[in-house]
């Protein structure tokens, strides 16, 4: 059985800034030492007021001809992509073009209109709220008859429209605003929400208001949407044993259009999540306090507009993060104002490598304030 690697940080003298990063990329290698089924992960920790801002990789980007891994590959990043959905909703809400409370009838095209509402919705009462913390009734169309068949159809290619009738097809409507389901198609009806009001594909839209122009974020783009960027590495290979998938055998649009969809670097997510939660992509605070507001009680779930916001009692405060289905995490650290970005290849080891790199790196930051 797997058990993390951990190493008494209480026994580690307080180390300079500059020697942080040598005992970070020491973890890495020691943790990939006891996982070399994890096969690639790729780690960058934006940590400013530690004048740290270091990317590292470690494995192979490619079990079929071992090259080694850069720490400078992209890849999908899945649902992490909703993060930056929700961010360029909360950018509309910050211009005033529409609100958090706003019932959605009247902010979707009209096939889409009619396609819930003849199913039995009533899209008077769902709210984009409702839409951004995942309380909005609406059940999902990537159930597991789904996943069977990307499985056995990797190379189909879906619309969003297929997966929106998919959704009424085998849902039907729950209670609004009471219970935590999570699905992809309340992002998929944001993005949807997002061409609406700007009359311009949301991915365009987007890369607008979520100012990646701005910030430098050039190797950030919507996969099969967006050209693929100049001087970019090749996606590095995303796996997944238990549904027998690997990344580059499959069609990008199962999971493409607000749900997931983003490919981005290490780094560059990193950033993005930094900027903000640093308040340089939504400047009210007011509007970004909304992202980390809970609309349920947090017995309930911790998943806010978008984000996550876990307190952990072993470190003493909150987290903001979200995950993707390949293996990918992003949190931010308000308490030490650092972004880590994790990225693990294999899926399946994801889920036990993630947190011990997450929560080790923010016990060496906060020790070393």
């Not at 009424?168 to 729950?174: L, S």
């Not at 839209?205 to 050209?227: C, P």
Request: charged share 20%.
């Amino acid at each position: 059985m797997y058990k993390p690697f951990i190493v008494s940080i209480l026994l580690l003298p307080t180390l300079a800034f500059s020697q942080l990063q040598p005992v970070f990329q020491e973890k890495i290698d020691s943790i990939y030492e006891k996982n070399k089924d994890a096969i690639g992960i790729i780690v960058h920790v934006e940590a400013p007021n530690h004048n740290i801002s270091w990317s590292y990789a470690k494995g192979v980007s490619d079990v079929t001809t071992n090259s080694i891994l850069n720490s400078n590959q992209p890849v999908l990043i899945a649902s992490n992509t909703k993060t930056y959905v929700s961010a360029a909703i909360l950018r509309l809400v910050e211009l005033e073009k529409i609100s958090l409370d706003q019932p959605i009838k009247y902010l979707l095209s009209k096939e889409t209109r009619k396609l819930f509402e003849d199913d039995g919705y009533n899209l008077e009462e769902i709210t984009v709220k409702n839409l951004l913390s995942h309380t909005s009734g609406i059940q999902d169309y990537a159930d597991q008859s789904y996943f069977d068949f990307v499985i056995q159809n990797p190379t189909y290619n879906w619309t969003k429209e297929e997966q929106m009738k998919r959704a009424v097809e085998v849902g039907t409507p729950q209670k609004v605003g009471e219970n935590f389901l999570y699905a992809d198609i309340n992002y998929l009806l944001l993005t949807e929400i997002i061409e609406q009001i700007n009359k311009k594909p949301f991915y365009k839209s987007m890369r607008d208001l979520l100012k990646f122009k701005e910030l430098g974020l050039s190797k950030t783009w919507f996969i099969n949407l967006e050209k693929y960027p100049n001087q970019t590495l090749a996606l590095a290979h995303q796996y997944s044993t238990k549904n027998k998938m690997d990344s580059y055998q499959i069609n990008p649009s199962w999971d493409l259009y607000g749900g997931g969809g983003y490919a981005s670097t290490a780094k560059e997510a990193a950033l993005f999540y930094h900027n903000l939660f640093e308040g340089n992509i939504i400047k009210n605070q007011m509007v970004l306090n909304k992202m980390i507001s809970y609309v349920l009680p947090v017995e309930k779930t911790d998943y806010c507009l978008g984000i996550s916001n876990t307190f952990h009692s072993d470190l003493g405060f909150s987290v903001y993060a979200h995950g993707g289905f390949w293996g990918t995490e992003v949190l931010y650290s308000p308490e030490i104002n650092a972004t880590i970005s994790i990225f693990t290849l294999q899926q399946d080891k994801s889920y036990l490598i993630n947190p011990v790199i997450g929560k080790e790196f923010q016990k060496l930051l906060l020790d070393n304030k």
